[in-house]
Nanobody, 121 residues
Framework: QVQLVESGGGLVQAGGSLRLSCAAS????????MGWYRQAPGKQRELVAA???????DYADSVKGRFIISRDTAKNTVYLQMNSLKPEDTAVYFC???????????????WGQGTQVTVSS
């Protein structure tokens, strides 16, 4: 089992910035991929950004050029820098990590508890 703890959400005006953090309970080199998802009220959870063990990144079209996913391997932490925020970015943001569960001999994933991001117009 991998524990993920998010932080950094809050209320910000449109055009502002926030940085989310996701601290993992073990080395992030064992987690592949790690990503940020979001879920707005009445909508399905969607992938926002992901980073692979090798450092490759992927973004939803709606956030390309505005959001940056990065990591600090020494701190076992993944970040989501969110710039030029829009009201439609309002959602609960969840950290996600994929890993191999050796006890059960299968791929597994863990989710954080979520952090609220609210962008006012």
């Amino acid at each position: 089992q991998v524990q993920l703890v998010e932080s950094g959400g809050g209320l910000v005006q449109a055009g502002g910035s926030l940085r989310l953090s996701c601290a993992a309970s073990r080395t992030i080199f064992s987690l592949n991929p790690m990503g940020w998802y979001r879920q707005a009220p009445g909508k399905q959870r969607e992938l926002v950004a992901a980073i692979s063990r090798g450092g490759s990144t992927d973004y939803a079209d709606s956030v390309k050029g505005r959001f940056i996913i990065s990591r600090d391997t020494a701190k076992n932490t993944v970040y989501l820098q969110m710039n030029s925020l829009k009201p439609e970015d309002t959602a609960v943001y969840f950290c996600n990590a994929g890993y191999y569960d050796y006890r059960q001999a299968r791929r597994a994933e863990s989710w954080g508890q979520g952090t609220q991001v609210t962008v006012s117009s």
